[in-house]
């Protein structure tokens, strides 16, 4: 009896484990794309010749086209929370503004969907990038009230000027982000920037222009470094339960 119970969760296990392969090579089509085509062109057709499969099983994980690119967006969004989680762990000096925005500005310039995502590119995504910034219970507005979270956090510990509004340092620090993303679309190629050398020119200026002159404490760095370790947790954790719940059973 245990033996059989044993080979029969064995085998379970071994279809979810290939079901979740199957479902990550039919986002990976359907992200190459739409990347290609964009989201009106896409079809379920599409992606299930893309992908391998037939029609019919893309609908085995989503119940509709419009589930299977909301559960695409979801992934990228764990991805980037990973990424940026990982550049933490990786060193503690990097739990601070210019550190977040360096790694974040990074990935999004080197991840054309997170890019179109942060943009509402509505050529890329269409109207799913215009539904991702109305609805509350969106990825899109999680990213925007983790943002506001960090921020409060960094004022609040010193590691912002509390000379300048929360509000001035939002505007003016959202315009200088979104400013990097289009600029290749506005600049002749001989004023072009590597990502990298994007990255590290923003960092500096908003270390020059938000960051208090004197030098955090090692020990205040090493708090909030916890600090945001535990808010990224409890982050990828939410994003993941709400991947799996957009999934069929």
């Excluded at 310039?109 to 509350?136: C, S």
């Excluded at 920037?193 to 590290?200: F, G, T």
Aim: net charge neutral.
């Amino acid at each position: 009896m245990a033996d059989r119970n044993k080979h029969r969760n064995s085998n379970l296990q071994e279809d979810r484990t290939k079901r979740q392969e199957r479902a990550e090579r039919i986002l990976d089509a359907a992200a190459a794309l739409i990347l290609r085509w964009g989201y009106r062109k896409t079809s379920v057709d599409d992606i299930a010749r893309y992908a391998g499969v037939a029609k019919g099983t893309i609908y085995l994980h989503w119940r509709t086209r419009e589930e299977l690119f909301q559960a695409l967006v979801i992934r990228e969004y764990l991805m980037m929370m990973e990424e940026l989680r990982q550049h933490l762990v990786n060193d503690p000096e990097n739990a601070t503004l210019h550190g977040v925005i360096k790694q974040l500005l990074l990935i999004a310039m080197t991840r054309p969907l997170i890019k179109a995502m942060m943009l509402g590119d509505t050529d890329m995504l269409g109207e799913f990038a215009r539904r991702e910034y109305a609805d509350p219970t969106s990825v899109t507005w999680q990213r925007i009230e983790m943002g506001k979270t960090f921020f409060e956090l960094f004022r609040s510990n010193g590691l912002l000027r509390t000379d300048m509004s929360y509000q001035e340092q939002i505007y003016v620090l959202s315009a200088a982000f979104f400013g990097c993303l289009v600029s290749d679309q506005l600049l002749p190629d001989e004023l072009k920037l590597s990502p990298e050398k994007v990255a590290e020119t923003l960092a500096e200026m908003i270390r020059r222009t938000f960051e208090p002159a004197e030098a955090v404490s090692p020990e205040k760095l090493q708090e909030m470094h916890a600090t945001f370790l535990q808010i990224f947790d409890r982050l990828i954790d939410l994003v993941k339960e709400r991947s799996q719940k957009e999934m069929k059973s």
